[in-house]
């Protein structure tokens, strides 16, 4: 049986989020750990987060996927920036530990001109100050589809970032099929082929999660422009394929295509029927 579920919003709280996530038939998801654009967090209630482990536990929940502000980046030329990014992460990883066990999305960064090798300096710099033995969290890098300077568009940059981690052991990937799509892996003709070049370069035991979605945008385009599964340039038939080969399939896997919640209970229901 494929973990799947969708992002949704942890407003109403971690319990809250349970029960919809069960209500479209999801077992794991996505949430934001703050405002997308940054700012401050809401505190954690204690007692929400006991129910929601209670809940998981029971409804068998497969790990979840906390996703950090679209604002943070680590190479941002300016110190400002990268100092915003550190606290934020840190403080997202001390939060985390309510919920302990399951993974940290983040997207590396853009280095802003300043070049990758620079840029992933940078991100291994924060990485190797933040992350703590002690933690039972696993930080994902998402795999970018290369708009702009974004780093992390090529399976070699995230090896490289890995590689410069001390702690590696508590780092990971995210794969986001529109992404890799837009940064010019073929995952609709080759699928096997990128897989095992992402073993090749990255090793399968780092991929974590998968970020399911289709691509308004055509391969290699370097665009990030999600759509609805089957509706997109990637197809409905590589997506179920891709959601079932052996390497994917006992992963959690999360929609972030735009749907309401109705529209998210039917991909779902689609690809667990596939
Ligand atoms: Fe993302
Ligand atoms: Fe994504
Ligand atoms: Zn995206």
Do not use: W
Not at 40 to 64: L, M, R, S
Request: glycine share 8%; charged share 20%.
């Amino acid at each position: 049986m494929l973990h799947i579920g969708c992002h949704l919003s942890i407003s109403k709280g971690f319990l809250h989020i349970g029960k919809e996530a069960s209500s479209i038939d999801a077992d794991t998801f996505q949430f934001f750990t703050r405002n997308p654009q940054g700012g401050q967090a809401k505190d954690i209630d204690p007692a929400d987060v006991q129910k929601y482990n209670a809940y998981a536990a029971e409804h068998k929940f497969a790990k979840i996927v906390a996703h950090a502000p679209y604002t943070l980046n680590p190479c941002s030329d300016k110190p400002e920036t990268r100092e915003f990014a550190e606290m934020v992460f840190a403080d997202d990883l001390k939060r985390m530990e309510f919920v302990p066990n399951n993974y940290y999305n983040f997207h590396p960064g853009s280095h802003v001109g300043q070049g990758v090798e620079t840029g992933i300096g940078m991100i291994t710099d924060l990485l190797n100050r933040i992350l703590k033995p002690e933690q039972t969290t696993t930080v994902l890098l998402e795999t970018m589809s290369g708009k702009g300077s974004e780093v992390g568009s090529t399976f070699e940059e995230l090896a490289e970032i890995i590689a410069g981690v001390k702690l590696s052991d508590k780092m990971g990937v995210c794969l986001d099929t529109c992404h890799v799509f837009a940064a010019g892996y073929d995952i609709v003709n080759n699928l096997d082929g990128v897989l095992c070049y992402f073993d090749e370069v990255i090793g399968l035991n780092r991929l974590k999660a998968v970020h399911l979605n289709d691509s308004l945008m055509p391969f290699a385009s370097h665009k990030d422009r999600h759509a609805k599964i089957g509706e997109g340039c990637i197809g409905k038939k590589a997506l179920v394929d891709f959601v079932n080969h052996p390497a994917i399939r006992s992963l959690p896997i999360i929609l972030e295509t735009p749907n309401d919640l109705a529209g998210y209970a039917t991909e779902i229901k689609m690809m667990r029927n596939a």
